[in-house]
């Protein structure tokens, strides 16, 4: 059964830096898009990032020249590095890889 698995979420203050991962089984990761999703309570998850697989990314206005996403497919990993964080950046943080979702990692930010 293919799955994702998530890590590096954390607490931090503002300014301060996260990297996220996400490690997929499966020999589909290669051949898949792949996203990261912010989510705060009461609200849709929202985009944040994403990488196809010749490596060309998208970002959310939000974040964009603050994070960074890039892919390992040797390792099956995904990975968000965050830099500069601020308290709205603040949430639960799920990759999507293809129509599968990790499980989420938290993020929090403080003042």
């Known amino acids: 059964q293919v799955q994702l698995m998530e890590s590096g979420g954390g607490s931090v203050q503002a300014g301060g830096s996260l990297r996220l991962s996400c490690t997929a089984s499966g020999r589909f990761f290669s051949i898949s898009y792949m996203s990261w999703y912010h989510q705060v309570p009461g609200k849709q998850r929202e985009l944040v990032a994403g990488?196809?697989?010749?490596?060309?990314?998208t970002y959310a206005d939000s974040v964009k020249g603050r994070f960074a996403i890039s892919r390992d497919n040797t390792k099956n990993t995904m990975y968000l590095q965050m830099n500069n964080l601020k308290p709205d950046d603040t949430g639960v943080y799920y990759c999507?890889?293809?129509?599968?979702w990790g499980q989420g990692t938290q993020v929090t930010v403080s003042s």
């Open positions: 999507k890889v293809a129509t599968l």
């Open positions: 990488i196809n697989t010749m490596g060309g990314t």
